[in-house]
C-alpha cells in the first residue's frame, strides 16, 4: 500500500470515529456536562482549606510575611516580633521553601498575588 493511501485510510478512519463519538453525545461534547463538572470541581476546590492553609505556614511565617509585604528589613522584622535576626533568616527560609520562591520580592508578590496576607 503506498503512502499517501494509508494517510488517506487513517484519516477517513479518524474522521470516521469522531463522527461514531458526535452521534452518541448529541451536544458533539467528548465528556458530558455532569462529568466535566465534576472534573472543574475536583481541580478547582481546595478542600475546604484556604490558601494560607494550603502551604502550612505557621502564624510567625504569616506575621513576618505581612511585614516584608509592608516593606520592612529582616531588622525591623526582628525587632518587631522580638526575636533575633537569625531566627529572622530561619523563618524567611521556611518561608521560601513553602511558597516555592528564591527571594523576598518573590515572596511578596505570590502574597499579594495570592491574598496570603
Known amino acids: 500500500m503506498r503512502r499517501s493511501h494509508r494517510l488517506s485510510v487513517e484519516k477517513n478512519a479518524i474522521v470516521a470515529d469522531h463522527r461514531i463519538n458526535r452521534r452518541t453525545l ?8 455532569g462529568i466535566a463538572r465534576k472534573v472543574l470541581e475536583y481541580f478547582t476546590k481546595t ?21 516584608l ?15 533575633s535576626i537569625g531566627t529572622v533568616y530561619s523563618h524567611i527560609n521556611n518561608l521560601y521553601k513553602k511558597l516555592h520562591v ?6 511578596v508578590r505570590k502574597a499579594l498575588h495570592e491574598n496570603l496576607v
Do not use: H, T, W
Not at 26 to 33: D, E, K, L, T, W
Not at 71 to 81: E, F, H, L, Q
Open 47 to 67: 478542600n475546604g482549606r484556604s490558601r494560607k492553609d494550603s502551604y502550612q505556614l505557621s502564624p510567625r511565617e504569616i506575621d513576618i510575611l505581612k511585614r
Open 26 to 33: 448529541p451536544c458533539g461534547s467528548p465528556i458530558s456536562s
Open 69 to 83: 509585604v509592608m516593606g520592612d528589613s529582616y531588622k525591623m522584622v526582628a525587632d518587631a516580633c522580638f526575636i
Open 102 to 107: 528564591n527571594s523576598k520580592s518573590e515572596a
